[in-house]
Nanobody, 124 residues
Framework: QVQLVESGGGLVQAGGSLRLSCAASGRTFSGYCMGWFRQAPGKERKFVAAINWRGSSTSYAESVKGRFTISRDNAKNTVYLQMNSLNPEDTAVYYC?????????????????WGQGTQVTVSS
């Protein structure tokens, strides 16, 4: 497993932007698909975006397509989530996760390492 620490959350007005970062340590970062999930109060955790180990393939939830961009820097053991045009429905705790393997993974059950989460709050 890898250890994951998210940062970059905060309070932003609707229409604004935030960039989340997730720093990984432990096992070889480049051997993992990295994903972002989010959980709003009273709701289940949902997939947001994922990127394969090489950074050549990505997947996004329909609700964030065209607004969010996932990227990674394997030299820095870090994955990012650039979030633009934020709206109040994006308010949630955002979690970074790692799944071993070469391909993009969207199912939370396939991820075996999780960060502690970072709060994103979008005000209207």
């Amino acid at each position: 497993q890898v250890q994951l620490v998210e940062s970059g959350g905060g309070l932003v007005q609707a229409g604004g932007s935030l960039r989340l970062s997730c720093a990984a340590s432990g096992r070889t970062f480049s051997g993992y698909c990295m994903g972002w999930f989010r959980q709003a109060p009273g709701k289940e955790r949902k997939f947001v975006a994922a990127i394969n180990w090489r950074g050549s393939s990505t997947s996004y939830a329909e609700s964030v397509k065209g607004r969010f961009t996932i990227s990674r820097d394997n030299a820095k053991n870090t994955v990012y989530l650039q979030m633009n045009s934020l709206n109040p429905e994006d308010t949630a705790v955002y979690y970074c996760a790692a799944a071993s393997g070469s391909f993009v993974v969207t199912l939370s059950e396939r991820y075996d390492s999780w960060g502690q989460g970072t709060q994103v709050t979008v005000s209207s």
